[in-house]
């Protein structure tokens, strides 16, 4: 048999809720989809299923703004209780602008708005997902979800880049699949030793 790679899109995913059992609700889709899990696959998982069923949904009614996050709320032209979120996921602002807010998310990563959306989040414009506590925590969660088979796991999310127009994915989360292949010492096709070369896999 000849070595290759398949590629599935997974539908049928119902509206995950807080709670929900996310793995029980893959091993259903993949069957209903005619899949057999093997424990060679891996499973590219949205960030905003893995936020809805830990419980990251919240509503901008319950948080109250300080001070900063109103002040900063005026520079942004943003509401100052999703300013407030913002800044608790945050470990760094790095743009403040008109309707612009880069930061330093807490587990590293520059983005608008701490990742924080409302897109595809049942609730209306008062509700807001947040990212997963520890991405790599909840990929390995997962993973071990999915036991016998264990396949390999990366929790995605869309980014978009500076001075690019649309959006990529990023891999926020891997588990069972090495996330950077390091060829630091290694020598390119004309023997020169590589410095920094290290291929973000996942």
């Known amino acids: 048999m000849q070595p290759g790679v398949s590629f599935f899109a997974l539908r049928g ?3 995950v809720t807080a709670g929900d059992d996310l793995a029980a609700m893959i091993r259903v889709a993949l069957a209903q989809a005619g899949i ?3 424990e060679s696959d891996l499973l590219v998982v949205a960030q905003k299923i893995v936020s809805k069923s830990e419980g990251r949904r919240l509503r901008l009614a319950d ?3 300080s001070s900063e996050a109103r002040k900063l709320a005026e520079t942004v032209r943003k509401d100052p209780r999703f300013v407030e979120l913002v800044l608790r996921e945050s470990s760094e602002i790095v743009r403040a602008v008109p ?11 520059v983005m608008a708005n701490a990742g924080i959306d409302r897109s595809n989040v049942p609730g209306g414009d008062d509700t807001v997902l947040l990212l997963p506590l520890d991405c ?6 997962l993973r071990e979800a999915l036991a016998p088979e264990r396949p ?3 929790i995605s999310d869309s980014f978009g880049r500076p001075w690019r127009e649309g959006t990529v994915n990023v891999a926020l989360g891997v588990a069972g699949y090495p996330a950077l292949r ?3 010492g290694g020598h390119d096709r004309e023997g020169r030793v590589l410095q920094t070369t290290q291929i973000a896999q996942a």
């Open 36 to 38: 057999s899990l093997r």
């Open 13 to 15: 995913m119902p509206e």
């Open 99 to 109: 309707d612009i807010l880069i930061t330093r998310h807490r587990c590293g990563w």
């Open 63 to 65: 948080v109250e703004p």
């Open 182 to 184: 390091d060829l630091r």
């Open 136 to 141: 790599d925590a909840s990929a390995r969660g």
């Open 152 to 154: 390999a796991i990366i």
